[in-house]
């Protein structure tokens, strides 16, 4: 008789301690991406604070070398070719859009793996500041969602894009768009230099691709 009882006792206590665990995993699946894009968004204010911080260093270094060995152009020549900054480069580059409070390190890259330490810059189309069209990717609920706000931005909105050899370019929005995942036309080349930004649209879903068009101001 008790154990008949004591059966329904433990099918009850099962099915409660399977209803909690159940909870506690809908809990991290929710709570696991807001943690990571607080993670990502800590270490990317960390790298901005660096990117800001390091030419300037090193232009100052630069300047005291001179002063102090101008007479010595071996150490000035080792100087110049171990600088941290290469004035040439292109790549990583900084994008800033004062308009949604968006500012990131763009590297090169589209690949899932980049794609998670933030944009990235579609190889094979054109630089910063070159003729052609410049494509940028991002994730924008995940990752520090950089494009989070992306769908937010209208026609006159500038966006500035800083490279590492610290040019800087300055775009403006003239256009926003939502194709299908396939649709390649999106990507044509533009005989003067643009800009194009990417991402999922609408949020949490990856059906369609938000596609915001700049041109560069001369």
């Known amino acids: 008789m008790d154990t008949k ?13 399977l209803g909690i665990a ?13 943690y990571i894009n607080l993670i990502l968004a800590r270490r990317e204010a960390a790298i901005l604070t660096s990117w800001n911080v390091e030419p300037a260093y090193l232009q100052d270094t630069n300047d005291n070398k001179e002063i102090e060995s101008t007479d010595n152009k071996k150490d000035l020549i080792l100087e110049k070719d171990t600088k941290l900054v290469d004035p040439e480069k292109k790549l990583p580059f900084k994008i ?13 890259g589209t690949d899932y793996r980049t794609l ?14 070159e003729a052609g069209t410049c494509v940028v990717a991002g994730h924008r609920t995940t990752y520090g969602a950089p494009f989070n706000r992306l769908d937010e931005l209208e026609e006159g909105d500038e966006i500035f894009l800083e490279t590492d050899g610290n040019e800087e370019f300055t775009y403006i929005v003239i256009g926003k768009k939502a194709v299908i995942p396939t649709d390649m036309s999106v990507l044509e080349n533009t ?13 949490y879903f990856s059906t369609r691709r938000l596609v915001i068009f700049a041109r560069i101001i001369e």
């Open 5 to 17: 009882k004591s059966f329904p006792d433990k099918k009850r206590k099962i099915i409660r301690y």
């Open 22 to 34: 159940l909870i506690i995993i809908g809990l991290a699946i929710i709570i696991y991406p807001f």
């Open 96 to 108: 800033s859009i004062p308009e949604i409070d968006l500012e990131w390190i763009v590297n090169e």
């Open 116 to 129: 998670r330490e933030g944009p990235g810059f579609y190889i094979g189309s054109a630089l910063p500041g």
């Open 191 to 203: 005989d003067y230099p643009s800009l194009l930004l990417s991402t999922c649209t609408p949020k």
